[in-house]
């Protein structure tokens, strides 16, 4: 599951490893970890800042799976419900066509 791509890629795989690639090379963090590091992180901002990072994480990262929960959060369409309607809409044309 993709959280960001560009400069910074970051992903988890199935075995719950998160994959963080940058531009001097790639590391790799166990869940349980990097569930640690974001909720003391996430302690130490201000309302003020968490909405901001809020904001700029959904501006620049929808459509990543990673980011659907903050997304429904902000009244935003998610991945998988932008996949599932251009999905119905490419059966609805393919149908017409027939």
Same mark, same amino acid.
């Given at each position: 599951?993709?959280?960001?791509?560009?400069?910074?890629?970051?992903?988890?795989?199935?075995?719950?490893?998160?994959h963080?690639?940058?531009?001097?090379?790639?590391?790799?963090?166990?869940?349980?970890?990097?569930?640690?590091?974001?909720?003391?992180?996430?302690?130490?901002?201000?309302? +003020? /800042?968490?909405? #901001?990072?809020? $904001? !700029?994480?959904?501006?620049?990262?929808?459509?990543?799976?990673?980011?659907?929960a903050?997304c429904?959060?902000?009244?935003?369409?998610?991945?998988?419900?932008?996949?599932?309607?251009?999905? +119905? /809409?490419?059966? #609805?044309?393919? $149908? !017409?066509?027939?």
């Open positions: 599951m993709a959280y960001m791509r560009g400069t910074w890629y970051i992903f988890k795989d199935w075995s719950e490893i998160f963080i690639h940058g531009q001097d090379g790639e590391f790799y963090l166990p869940k349980e970890i990097l569930d640690q590091l974001v909720v003391m992180r996430f302690a130490q901002l201000s309302p +003020e /800042e968490v909405e #901001k990072a809020e $904001k !700029k994480a959904v501006t620049n990262h929808a459509g990543n799976i990673g980011c659907d903050l429904k959060k902000h009244g935003l369409p998610t991945a998988t419900e932008i996949i599932d309607r251009r999905t +119905e /809409e490419a059966l #609805k044309k393919k $149908k !017409k066509g027939k």
